[in-house]
């Protein structure tokens, strides 16, 4: 909250996108749900900042809704192409694993080592130079995206299943109209030459250099010139309404995605017997690595919660028993391996799934073809909510 409270986002716009710009490093907390969109949205519409900066910051927060609209959409189907590649290259001629002078950081491009370093060291990694690093593996060493996906899933402070997922396949080319690249002078510009300058292959060996066209040409000699239709994606309009039939002795359950004392389930109910269980299966199966487990327990401390290990669906019924509890609350979440277990749960005992805080409502139904159209009505909506309160709209037309 300290760190939401002081942001700066002036000058968010103009430099958010080089590797030593104005960046937030929120990530970690919204993915855990230690913050909500909707509270970092709210800080973000209260900023004192110029209306660029404060416009892609919240484009940078709706990537998340979208992806987690996508996610309850597809579910585990999201770990799998959506859509052809359009490369040129068939799915099989992509290796399955990982070179290991990348993961030694022993290739010789000053870039790519440093970025696979800083990203298992650290946890962190750049938004710009996870597109750079992603497009190297996708498109020059032909690494199949989902080897790569893992890689960074295994690594990141933020593994998110929904973004990562959608990053990789976008700049691969399967959940897109055609696959990312960069060149030498783009990546010069962003990070200031701190790599070029001191990388062996500066003057010899760079497959980064020469303009984009031409890269593309070397890289896709195959490549169709009409990128094809993309599947239909349409989810259904947001319906919030008050939940009715409430159990009269309910208990609270936690789980990494609602990482915040004051979840939509935990305020529901606050004086209710809450619990948050430790299931080491259900982590492996949602793909949460170490670093996020040690940061949802941290987040425990500041939670109201007894603490369990074991099955998630085995505790909570013991847990309910214990209680005389009538049924379960529950915040709501996009990721499957939770949704199973949910599932699985209503099956013993009733389950009432509260809805997450909304980052936007969308009354029309979401086109998630592509996250062009569903911020074409998520923009829409901000500005409609914003003129019904008398204020400035948040976008211009």
């Excluded at 590797?19 to 509270?39: C, H, K, M, P, W």
């Excluded at 002078?185 to 003057?203: D, I, N, V, Y």
């Excluded at 040409?217 to 319906?239: I, M, Y």
């Excluded at 170490?290 to 919660?305: E, F, H, K, N």
């Amino acid at each position: 909250m300290r760190r939401l409270e002081s942001l700066d986002f002036s000058g968010y716009a103009d430099r958010g996108e080089y590797l030593d710009g104005n960046v937030t490093q929120l990530s970690a907390y919204i993915r855990f749900g230690i913050l909500s969109l909707a509270e970092v949205r709210d800080r973000a519409c209260a900023a004192e900042c110029d209306t660029a900066s404060r416009e892609r910051f919240l484009i940078a927060l709706a990537r998340y809704d979208y992806a987690r609209r996508v996610l309850a959409l597809l579910g585990d189907e999201i770990r799998t192409a959506i859509e052809p590649l359009k490369t040129g290259w068939g799915a099989d001629s992509y290796e399955r694993s990982l070179p290991q002078e990348v993961l030694d950081s022993t290739t010789g491009l000053a870039c790519i080592d440093a970025f696979s370093s800083e990203l298992r060291e650290t946890g962190y990694l750049h938004q710009r130079a996870r597109v750079w690093l992603a497009a190297y593996l996708v498109h020059w060493r032909r690494i199949a995206w989902e080897s790569g996906a893992k890689f960074f899933l295994e690594y990141a402070i933020d593994g998110d299943l929904a973004a990562n997922a959608i990053a990789w396949q976008s700049i691969a080319s399967s959940f897109s109209d055609a696959p990312t690249i960069f060149n030498r002078a783009e990546l010069e510009r962003h990070s200031g030459g701190r790599f070029c300058t001191s990388c062996p292959k500066q003057f010899d060996g760079c497959p980064f250099a020469g303009d984009i066209e031409r890269l593309a040409t070397a890289l896709f000699p195959a490549k169709a010139d009409e990128p094809g239709r993309a599947p239909e994606l349409h989810a259904a309009a947001d319906r919030y309404a008050p939940i009715a039939g409430l159990p009269a002795r309910p208990i609270v359950l936690h789980h990494y995605d609602a990482m915040r004392p004051a979840h939509p389930a935990a305020r529901l109910a606050p004086d209710a017997p809450s619990l948050f269980v430790n299931d080491a299966a259900l982590y492996d199966e949602a793909a949460v690595n170490q670093v996020g487990r040690t940061i949802v327990y941290a987040a425990l401390g500041s939670m109201r919660a007894e603490y369990r290990a074991g099955d998630f669906v085995d505790e909570a019924l013991a847990f309910a028993r214990r209680h005389q509890a009538d049924g379960v609350l529950v915040t709501a979440s996009a990721d499957p391996a939770l949704r199973r277990r949910f599932q699985r749960l209503g099956e013993q005992i009733a389950v009432t799934i509260v809805p997450e805080d909304p980052f936007v409502v969308l009354d029309d139904g979401v086109d998630l073809r592509r996250f062009s159209r569903y911020w074409a009505s998520a923009r829409r909506s901000f500005n409609a909510v914003s003129s019904a309160a008398k204020i400035v709209p948040l976008f211009s037309n």
